[in-house]
Each structure stands twice: as structure tokens, then as C-alpha cells.
């Protein structure tokens, strides 16, 4: 069975950091390539950022760019999203995802796999 469980999320304040993990079970990391999305309430899921171990690929939308990381720890079956610098706007609930494709511009998604992890609330205040 496909399985994410996520773990990191937390109240910081502006400028702080945290750093969000994504556990993979039933599958390695050279499997599936893995997404990090957000959606904060009354707006869109926006894909934030994704890596690709098989294919040694990152990407990060402009949104984060510059101060959020993600990266792979195979051995571990683990997945993480550094995020440095966090802006009140970047209050949301963080959901690790298997996806098909992660590219150099965006994240496609299998039109037959949902698999989600359960969410980490982020959120950003003083």
C-alpha cells in the first residue's frame, strides 16, 4: 500500500524557519516522484515544489523560490521542504503527494494515483 505520512509543521514566527517531512512507505523514492502542495482556506491548491530522485530533478515555484529547499533522503524513504524566511502568506496546510512527472517548470499529476499524505498546518505569525 502507497502511504505518506508528513510530520514538521508548527507556528513560527515571520523570518523563521521549519522544516517539513514526508515519510513514503510501500514504494522507494526512486519509484515516484514527490510533490509539496499548500492550500490556505478560501483559496486554490498551488504546487509549490517537487523532486524527482530517479531523475535528479527539483522545482520550486517563484512563490518560494530562494528560500524553500526540498530534498531527498533515499535511504530514509524520506522527502523534506526546508523553508527559510517564512512569510505570513505562506500559512497553509502542507500536503506531500506522489506525482508522475516533476519538471524544471511545474508538476504533472497521474490522472489515476491520488496519494496524500494527511497535512501539516504551517502557520506564520507574530
Known amino acids: 500500500q502507497l502511504q505518506l505520512v508528513e510530520s514538521g509543521g508548527g507556528l513560527v514566527q515571520p523570518g523563521g524557519s521549519l522544516r517539513l517531512a514526508c515519510v513514503a512507505s510501500?514504494?522507494?523514492?526512486?519509484?515516484?516522484?514527490i510533490g509539496w502542495y499548500r492550500q490556505a482556506p478560501g483559496k486554490e491548491r498551488e504546487g509549490v515544489s517537487c523532486?524527482?530522485?530517479?531523475?535528479?530533478?527539483?522545482y520550486h515555484a517563484d512563490s518560494v523560490k530562494g528560500r524553500f529547499t526540498i530534498s531527498g533522503d533515499n535511504r530514509n524513504n524520506t522527502v523534506y521542504l526546508q523553508m527559510n524566511s517564512l512569510k505570513p502568506e505562506d500559512t497553509s496546510v502542507y500536503y506531500c503527494?506522489?506525482?508522475?512527472?516533476?519538471?524544471?517548470?511545474?508538476?504533472?499529476?497521474?490522472?489515476?494515483?491520488?496519494?496524500w499524505g494527511q497535512g501539516a498546518l504551517v502557520t506564520v505569525s507574530s
Open positions: 503527494s506522489i506525482v508522475r512527472f516533476c519538471t524544471r517548470t511545474g508538476i504533472e499529476r497521474y490522472s489515476n494515483i491520488e496519494v
Open positions: 510501500g514504494f522507494s523514492l526512486d519509484s515516484y516522484a
Open positions: 523532486i524527482s530522485s530517479r531523475e535528479g530533478r527539483t
